[in-house]
């Protein structure tokens, strides 16, 4: 039997630390967010994608190539990413098996991970990459615990779901350590020196 498979790219934050969208950050050829969705549409099996918009939706829709996903703007995007994960569960196809949860922030994740999650996931309700440092995203979400999903609050409370299933979730081995995510200037040279990419020179200022 053929899952159902959408992918879920989180991107709604409002970027406080930084002072201006992490979304539109220059990554290569594209944005932060574009590297992201671009890998989701390019690399990933996904038979359908959601992006969750918060913080400068506006701008991000008008820079970022979004076709083909379903765009969700959570309003509410300050309460935390559980939030994001319950607006974007309002669009998702009623046909999907699994859902594949990535940050829009951690443009590290490639192709190579969403596979290794969808054929490790099997009959278990949750699944999440285990790096040799420890877990981290993209999780996969069976339609068994999409109800627990919807309910959820604040930043941590995917985590939170992970730590109640216990020995029930799947942990699939991948190499290397947790792809760095973006929330800092610090973080964001992290992950361009990680991709081997240099600062652009438009933004030196804020680094």
């Not at 002072?19 to 220059?26: E, I, N, S, Y």
């Not at 969705?37 to 820079?63: H, I, K, N």
């Not at 992950?191 to 804020?206: C, M, R, T």
Request: net charge negative; charged share 15%.
């Amino acid at each position: 039997m053929t899952l159902f498979v959408t992918g879920l790219v989180l991107a709604a934050g409002g970027s406080s630390r930084l002072g201006q969208p992490k979304q539109l950050l220059p990554f290569g050829e594209r944005t932060l967010l574009g590297h992201v969705v671009a890998t989701a549409c390019g690399s990933c099996p996904f038979d359908q994608l959601v992006v969750a918009l918060g913080g400068s939706a506006d701008a991000v829709q008008a820079a970022v190539d979004l076709n083909g996903a379903d765009v969700v703007v959570n309003d509410d995007y300050g309460s935390g990413c559980s939030s994001s994960i319950a607006a974007a569960l309002e669009v998702v196809d009623p046909r999907c098996d699994l859902l594949v949860l990535m940050l829009g922030d951690q443009p590290g994740v490639t192709g190579a991970e969403v596979l290794s999650l969808l054929a490790g996931i099997g009959a278990a309700p949750l699944a999440v990459c285990r790096y040799e440092d420890g877990r981290g995203h993209p999780f996969a979400f069976s339609r068994s615990v999409f109800g627990e999903l919807e309910s959820l609050h604040g930043d941590k409370g995917v985590w939170k779901l992970l730590d109640r299933h216990g020995a029930a979730v799947a942990e699939v081995p991948v190499p290397g350590g947790v792809p760095p995510d973006v929330d800092t200037w610090a973080d964001y040279e992290a992950v361009l020196a990680a991709a081997g990419l240099p600062i652009p020179k438009e933004v030196l200022h804020g680094v």
